[in-house]
Structure formats: C-alpha cells, structure tokens
C-alpha cells in the first residue's frame, strides 16, 4: 500500500496569508490526525478526523481549521498566517481513532515558513 | 491530559553500544508507543506496548513499561549509525508526544 503523502511539501508565506494543506491518508484508514512540531513546542496535537467528523482537537487557536472529505483525505487550514506559525506539519493516518491509541502512519511533513 | 516525557534530552554513545531511553507519563494509559523520527522527517512507528505486558521485543528493540510507576524504557542493542535520529513515546488517544531523546550513535 502506498504510504502518507502530503502536499505541499514545502511552502512559503507571508505573514497574514491563509494556507491549505492536504493530506492522503493509507488506503482504508478513517482516522487522520494534525501535528505541528517546532524546535521550542516539540510535537503539539492539533486535531484528528474520523469519518469526516473532528474526534479530537488540541489547544489551538480558531485560525486553524481541518476537515476531512468522504475517501478520508483531509486538509488544514491556518488563516492569518503568524511567524510563529513556521512548522513542520504532520499528517497522520490510523485505521480507527477515537479513544484507545492506535498506530500511527506518518506522512513526510509540510514544511511551512511564514516570513 | 496525557502526556509522554523522555530522558535523557540527548544521548551520545558508541557504535555497538547499547542505548537505553526512558518516558514517563502522568495519568492511566491503554498503551504506550515508541517512534522514531529522522531529521526534519516523519515519524516512523517502532513498537506498541499494551498496558498488561511488562515487555516487548523487536528485533533490536525491548520496550518495557511498568503501570506502577508510570514509565516505560526503550533498549537498543548493538547500535548503529542508522540509529541516529530523535525518538518519542507517545500515550493517550491524542497521541501526546514528549519532546523526544536525540540519539547520536558515532561510527
């Protein structure tokens, strides 16, 4: 089966923009999560979709959004780009979600850089 | 909420050498995981433990985990270069992640 994949890989925007980016999960998993990882928070949840349904969400700001589509590919949106929004974010893929921790397929990562 | 913590911060060993990392977490757990990620990459799955096993093995891995103390130990045995990269344990349905354990394993 083919793994993760996310795209863009890489991107570069400008403070105040708005960006998209998408994620395919492995054929058959429902569950796909959002993490951000920077070098000062480390790895921080944002949130996991399941049948197109948000299951969970971390501890961040409405100007992050997620959704996810009828075949499980999911996409996230941050709005009102800040510089601290400059990450490596990963896209995660599982066959179930919800409240028992189920193995987790990563994807490559986006690397966002808001200057 | 739950939430993995890993010791040392960074490891430097020898070729060969066995690495031993530690994670402790605050609340009950259903499983604990260990993944490893290679620099600026995506995570890569290593091993999961259940919370009635006291330890796992793969291949050069043995991850134990004690309920009691909240803490679970990775061992690699007979290092290598490959190894070097950031390991993570992980716990709770939002897969809280600790800041990771940089291990650098000199040829």
């Known amino acids: 089966k083919a793994g993760v994949t996310q795209t863009p890989r890489y991107l570069i925007k400008t403070r105040g923009q708005q960006v998209t980016l998408s994620c395919s999960p492995i054929?058959?998993?429902?569950?796909v999560s959002w993490y951000q990882q920077t070098p000062g928070q480390g790895l921080q949840f944002l949130f996991e979709y399941f049948s197109e349904t948000q299951r969970n969400k971390g501890n961040f700001p409405g100007r992050f959004s997620g959704r996810q589509f009828s075949n499980s590919r999911s996409e996230m949106n941050v709005s009102t780009l800040e510089l601290g929004d400059s990450a490596l974010y990963l896209c995660?893929?599982?066959?179930?979600?919800?409240?028992?921790?189920?193995?987790?397929?990563f994807g490559p990562g986006t690397r966002l850089t808001v200057l | 909420s739950q939430q993995g913590e890993e010791d040392p911060q960074a490891l430097s060993i020898q070729e060969g050498e066995n690495a031993t990392m530690n994670c402790s977490y605050k609340t009950s757990i259903n499983n604990l995981q260990w993944y490893r990620q290679n620099s600026g990459r995506g995570l890569v799955h290593l091993i999961l433990?259940?919370?009635?096993?006291r330890e796992k093995h793969s291949g050069r891995l043995r991850v134990t985990l004690d309920t009691s103390k909240k803490s679970s130990s990775l061992l690699i045995t007979a290092s290598r270069a490959a190894d070097t990269a950031s390991y993570f344990c992980a716990t709770g349905s939002k897969l809280t992640f600790g800041k990771g354990i940089t291990l650098s394993v000199r040829p």
């Open positions: 433990i259940r919370s009635n096993e």
């Open positions: 995660a893929s599982s066959l179930e979600g919800g409240e028992d921790l189920h193995t987790q397929y």
């Open positions: 054929s058959g998993h429902r569950s």
